[in-house]
């Protein structure tokens, strides 16, 4: 296994701050006195319900999956059987963050949102913001544009916490992959609330794209896990996490879908992050229903995509390629962390 020097220097820092709890991702059967695992529920796409003790936190799922033909030249309707079916119970989720607007991402949440997570406010671009404005049932209270709170590698955002201040998440500046041969598809902004929701594929507009920093907090305030999230994969260095706070991120969630489309994804991230845990996301054919059998997303090679990811991984390190339902148990670590007092 090939790991950088940097890569070894942040395992080996992470090791003697007592970080290496030992865990094993999938297989964390806790034995008396271990700290409760961070349950991370793969939804399929983009969508993650990550859980720990009573906090939870959404990321944008879809499961209405029309095919190809329908995405192409069809009107797009949320499939609410789909919804009800495979969606676990979120009725206490207090947040979804959306990382970019794209029908695969931002379809469903409108009614899952009013259904079956009536507490949650969902979190995102403006884009985001105005294109759901289209749905009049939803409460635009509960929409948050996050833009002027984004950070990036040359500096840190804001960070937003749930009302239980269990979690804090900050959205980072990233952006979308290309779809194919360097052309990205229903690419734009949406600058004004619309009157209804789209129809058409080419009506959900991306937006900016965002990648997500997830603290999740104990009791005291200190963090006990860090995520970074994306829902979409980007060329280097964006996406990236502000200069480093102290805290190591302990798992990515990786975009598998168009990575071959995005130079030096996800090598330049998992390398800078020399996280303890990989988990490979929007990996499967979303172009079929969720009940049919599984196939890897057209034009992304996934088998590629985890040979070169274990090479670049430090030592110790673990990834996983969930199924949608599949729940990824992982130990916080150790020794929970205080927040940099600059931190916001
Ligand atoms: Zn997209």
Do not use: K
């Amino acid at each position: 296994m090939r790991a950088s020097r940097r890569g070894l220097i942040l395992a080996a820092l992470l090791a003697t701050a007592g970080a290496a709890a030992g865990a094993t991702a999938g297989a964390a059967a806790a034995s008396a006195g271990d700290p409760e695992p961070v349950a991370f529920t793969y939804l399929g796409a983009g969508g993650w319900l990550i859980r720990h003790g009573d906090a939870a936190l959404l990321t944008a799922p879809f499961f209405s999956n029309p095919g190809l033909v329908e995405v192409g030249v069809g009107r797009l309707q949320t499939d609410t059987a789909a919804v009800d079916r495979f969606l676990p119970p979120v009725a206490d989720v207090p947040a979804i963050l959306v990382g970019h607007a794209h029908y695969d991402h931002l379809m469903d949440v409108p009614y899952l949102a009013r259904v079956h997570a009536p507490g949650a406010r969902i979190y995102g671009s403006r884009t985001m913001v105005n294109l759901l404005r289209g749905d009049p049932a939803l409460d635009p209270d509960r929409l948050v544009d996050v833009e002027a709170l984004a950070g990036d590698h040359t500096a840190p955002g804001l960070w937003t916490s749930t009302p239980d201040g269990r979690i804090r998440f900050m959205p980072l500046r990233s952006e979308h992959a290309p779809h194919l041969f360097g052309i990205r598809l229903y690419h734009g902004e949406v600058d004004t609330p619309r009157s209804r929701l789209p129809e058409r594929a080419s009506e959900w507009l991306d937006g900016p794209t965002l990648a997500w920093l997830i603290d999740f907090l104990d009791e005291d305030g200190d963090v006990v896990l860090r995520i970074h999230y994306q829902d979409s994969a980007s060329r280097p260095p964006r996406g990236f996490p502000p200069p480093h706070d102290g805290i190591p991120v302990d798992v990515v969630i990786l975009c598998t879908a168009g990575s071959g489309e995005a130079e030096g994804y996800p090598d330049a991230l998992v390398e800078a992050l020399a996280p303890r845990h990989a988990l490979l996301g929007h990996w499967e054919d979303f172009f079929r229903p969720m009940d049919w059998p599984l196939r890897p997303v057209p034009g992304t090679d996934v088998q590629a995509f985890e040979q070169r990811l274990a090479g670049l991984l430090p030592e110790g390190s673990e990834q996983v390629r969930p199924v949608p339902g599949e729940t990824v148990r992982i130990r916080p670590r150790t020794g929970a962390q205080r927040p940099a007092p600059s931190s916001p």
